[in-house]
């Protein structure tokens, strides 16, 4: 079971940005599409992003597009959320996720493999 380790949240202002970073257990990390979550506190997790085995294909919220940028270096073994032009709104737990399967759906249950999620908050 691939096990999945979150990092680069924190505390940042409205307009500023941030890079999150996932870094899976198992090698090589092509074995897994990779995506992120989010969930606001008493909020459904919601789908953020998710990228395909080799990167070539790449999935965005409505929320995300054209603000956040998923990426993958398979010879890290880590997966990337690049985050621009952050809202209050953004204010989430960001949780990383992969799965044998890329479907680039919105559905938390398509996705087999949940990390512990990195605090992003977005405050003035």
């Known amino acids: 079971q691939v096990q999945l380790a979150e990092s680069g949240g924190g505390l940042v202002q409205p307009g500023d940005s941030l890079k999150l970073s996932c870094v899976a257990s198992?090698?090589?990390?092509?074995?897994?599409?990779m995506g992120w979550f989010r969930q606001a506190p008493g909020k459904e997790r919601e789908f953020v992003a998710a990228?395909?085995?080799?990167?070539?294909?790449?999935t965005y919220a409505e929320s995300a597009k054209g603000r956040f940028a998923i990426s993958r270096d398979n010879a890290k073994n880590t997966v990337y959320l690049q985050m621009n032009g952050l809202k209050p709104e953004d204010t989430a737990n960001y949780f990383c996720v992969a799965d044998h399967v890329y479907k680039g759906t919105y559905w938390p249950a398509d996705y087999a493999f949940w990390g512990q999620g990195t605090q992003v908050t977005v405050s003035s």
């Open positions: 990228i395909s085995h080799r990167g070539d294909g790449s």
């Open positions: 198992e090698r090589p990390s092509s074995m897994f599409a």
